[in-house]
């Protein structure tokens, strides 16, 4: 069956670096965009990144951009959030999902998210 | 960006109620905008998206409507099973954003 299964959580402190993996199976990878999401504790969803089926385009969140990069490898079938210079508003449950092609328009594609994983937890505190 | 206000931030209704989640659009995002669940502890779960459509496998008591600015979530038969948060989302421009959540209750 269709799964996602990320991991790569934990404590981290202020500034260090830490990379979520994202494992996919039950579907062609390959073919698919992939976004991570994310929630912080309380809070509601907050969209972080999206990276196209062939890793031709991406997109970060303004409240990640520089810091966060989106990548994947589709012979490990594997999505991964590489997150650097993490802050404590980063504390959250972070989410891969997949993304099926919705529509392009003026040279941007879009994806829905169709499927996602159980989360991996980042806590970010000295 | 977009904004996306979803109103009520939280209802509470009893099973077998019809229920109507409200969301709206800072700009006009046409139908492009999706519906997800989530129940406390889980992942989300996708619902609808292109404002109407429902996802695969989801119960056919779920309808969205709507384009432009406003946009709907009917439930039209709440069961136990239904009490959970509901987000929207559009991906008419990026970044993408969500509503804030609606939580229904009993």
């Known amino acids: 069956q269709v799964q996602l299964v990320e991991s790569g959580g934990g404590v981290v402190q202020p500034g260090r670096s830490l990379r979520l993996s994202c494992a996919a199976s039950g579907f062609t990878f390959s073919s698919y965009a992939m976004h991570w999401v994310r929630q912080a504790p309380g809070k509601g969803l907050e969209w972080v990144a999206v990276m196209a089926f062939d890793g031709s385009n991406k997109f970060h969140a303004d409240s990640v951009k520089g810091r966060f990069t989106i990548s994947r490898d589709n012979s490990k079938n594997t999505l991964y959030l590489q997150m650097n210079s993490l802050r404590p508003e980063d504390t959250a449950v972070y989410y891969c999902?997949?993304?099926?092609?919705?529509?392009?328009?003026?040279?941007?594609?879009?994806?829905?998210?169709?499927?996602w994983g159980q989360g991996t937890t980042v806590t970010v505190s000295s | 960006d977009i904004q996306m206000t979803q109103s009520p931030s939280s209802l509470s209704a009893s099973v077998g109620d019809r229920v109507t989640i409200t969301c709206r659009a800072s700009?006009?995002?046409?139908?492009?905008l999706a519906w997800f669940q989530q129940k406390p502890g889980k992942a989300p779960k996708s619902l609808i998206y292109?404002?109407?459509s429902l996802q695969s496998g989801v119960p056919s008591k779920f309808s969205g409507s709507g384009s432009g600015t406003h946009f709907t979530l009917t439930i039209s038969s709440l069961q136990p099973e239904d009490f959970a948060t509901y987000y929207c989302q559009q991906y008419n421009t990026y970044p993408l954003t969500f509503g804030g959540g609606t939580k229904v209750e009993i």
């Open positions: 292109a404002a109407s």
């Open positions: 700009q006009g995002i046409s139908n492009y």
């Open positions: 999902a997949r993304g099926p092609l919705l529509y392009c328009s003026g040279g941007s594609c879009y994806y829905g998210m169709d499927v």
